[in-house]
């Protein structure tokens, strides 16, 4: 039974038959809506509550991936706001000698900032999801947290047009120990959305400013349609040789309004205190600039 792998069907049966078990009021798809590393996920919907809900089944690997998880259950339930999901409860089942971390969570309709933005968004659409990520990360930022994965498939525009915040999966509780090691030649991201002290591990430089390194290109995306640091790579390594040694100066910003490219440019310095000093600073800068 130990030797049975996450995504081998009889494993699945039996955890979803626990899953029945503690939650007789769900009606569970057994059809996943999303896999990926030590984690499966699965949308359900609570009789008693009339909701739709994600069910996420997690098989830990390692005690690091424990870790990250117990510390994203923490962080979701400090963070209460329209802009995050929110954790409903969690429970530990056991299958043959396997842990299995599940977490029931509220299901936000709506689509990726990926899907949204294959078609393009006009101008001032883009601006609107820039300033909510903003006020989003400053919620983030308040709580001595960084996020560390900011991207467009980590944000989520609802069927009511809000923004909501995702995957706290790597996140980074600035008062508590790092869980990555010192020895890893590279921090947890994305590439092509990690900040330069991302990509080289250098723990003790991460802070707010990370994340508003990830938000410029995330902004710069939507505006273009192009990711400044991905555009003409064709390799993961060129990727992150360009992040290490990337000048805004030579990112084109061409149709991108001045006090815009400012903002830009100034968040993706190489350089963590040339950027921003936080996600407040630039709304006040942008309210002052009429946006």
């Not at 996450?6 to 038959?17: G, M, S």
């Amino acid at each position: 039974m130990e030797n049975l792998r996450l995504n081998n069907d009889d494993f699945f049966r039996l955890v979803l038959d626990k899953l029945f078990l503690t939650y007789p009021d769900l009606e569970i798809n057994p059809n996943p809506i999303g896999h990926g590393g030590m984690k499966t996920v699965y949308q359900a919907f609570d009789k008693s509550l009339k909701k739709n809900l994600v069910i996420k089944i997690i098989k830990f690997t390692s005690d690091d991936g424990e870790k990250r998880t117990k510390r994203e259950i923490d962080i979701l339930k400090l963070l209460s706001s329209r802009y995050f999901p929110v954790i409903l409860d969690t429970q530990i089942v056991k299958i043959g000698q396997q842990e299995i971390f599940i977490i029931l969570e509220s299901f936000v309709t709506g689509k990726t900032l990926r899907e949204i933005n294959k078609s393009g968004l006009a101008f001032e659409e883009a601006v609107i999801i820039g300033k909510e990520l903003l006020e989003a990360l400053a919620l983030v930022h308040q709580k001595k947290l960084v996020h560390r994965d900011v991207k467009p498939e980590n944000i989520m525009i609802t069927e009511n047009g809000e923004l909501v915040l995702l995957d706290f999966g790597i996140a980074r509780d600035l008062t508590d120990d790092s869980i990555t090691s010192d020895l890893a030649i590279f921090g947890p991201m994305t590439i092509g959305y990690a900040a330069p002290e991302q990509v080289a591990n250098k723990k003790k430089l991460i802070s707010e400013r990370t994340d508003l390194f990830s938000w410029a290109v995330v902004l710069y995306e939507l505006l273009t349609g192009t990711n400044p640091i991905v555009q003409g790579e064709v390799s993961k390594e060129r990727i992150l040789q360009k992040t290490l040694k990337l000048s805004p100066d030579s990112v084109d910003f061409n149709n991108i309004p001045e006090e815009l490219k400012y903002v830009i440019k100034k968040n993706l310095s190489p350089v963590v205190h040339k950027r921003s000093s936080s996600a407040l600073e630039i709304l006040d800068f942008l309210k002052r600039k009429g946006y």
